[in-house]
């Protein structure tokens, strides 16, 4: 009974010592509206179109990037936020070194997902794409750090380390709109339950 008393009596330190997946820095997913960028150096994209389309606008999105910035002390690179009817439901960037130590430091390892291989470049046998993706879920909000690297569609070779963050059920609803340019091999299926 006194095991069962002192479990429970620090249970609660446990919980609030564990860090909650909400965002990046002071981009906090469902919270922040495009008004609280002030100042930061984002520029407004053109609007997103439905898939399969180069005129139907989604125009309950809104796409703001930042070629650099800091956030929460890290220069972030090629930062991109997306937001569904004025409130934050996706941030893709750059997955610097630096932004990985800090990330994993704060949220721990991921969940490994096996490589992929993908045939991009159908125009030459052989020249294939390997994703590799680490991926994080805290409630409706998910984690995911990509590295691709081969021949892309156009059977050039690339090389990219990119981090996601996004709500599934907004990502869900706004399955309709064109975001693939933002982080080509981002795939919400994986995180689904």
């Known amino acids: 009974m006194k095991y069962l008393i002192l479990m429970l009596a620090l249970l609660p330190c446990r919980l609030q010592a564990q860090s909650t997946l909400v965002g990046l820095g002071d981009f906090i997913i469902g919270v922040t509206s495009p008004d609280s960028l002030g100042r ?5 994209q053109e609007l997103v179109v439905l898939k399969g389309t180069v005129a139907f606008p989604c125009e309950h999105i809104r796409v703001f990037t930042a070629d650099s910035l800091v956030v ?17 439901f996706r941030i ?7 932004l990985q130590k800090a990330f994993i430091a704060e949220h721990g390892k991921g969940t490994l997902r096996p490589a992929s291989i993908l045939s991009l470049c159908t125009g030459e046998a052989g020249k294939r794409m390997r994703i590799e993706t680490e991926s994080w879920r805290d409630g409706d909000i ?3 750090a990509t590295h691709a690297s081969g021949h892309n569609a156009d059977c050039e070779e690339e090389q990219s380390f990119s981090l996601t963050i996004a709500s599934v059920p907004v990502m ?3 399955s309709e709109c064109n975001l693939e340019d933002l982080d080509l091999y981002f795939d919400l299926s994986w995180h689904n339950p």
Request: charged share 15%; glycine share 6%.
């Open 40 to 44: 930061l150096p984002f520029t407004e």
């Open 172 to 174: 869900a609803i706004s």
């Open 72 to 88: 929460g002390g890290l220069p972030i690179t090629n930062l991109s936020l997306v937001f569904y009817e004025d409130q934050l």
């Open 92 to 98: 893709t960037c750059d997955y610097t070194d630096r």
């Open 142 to 144: 998910v984690a995911q």
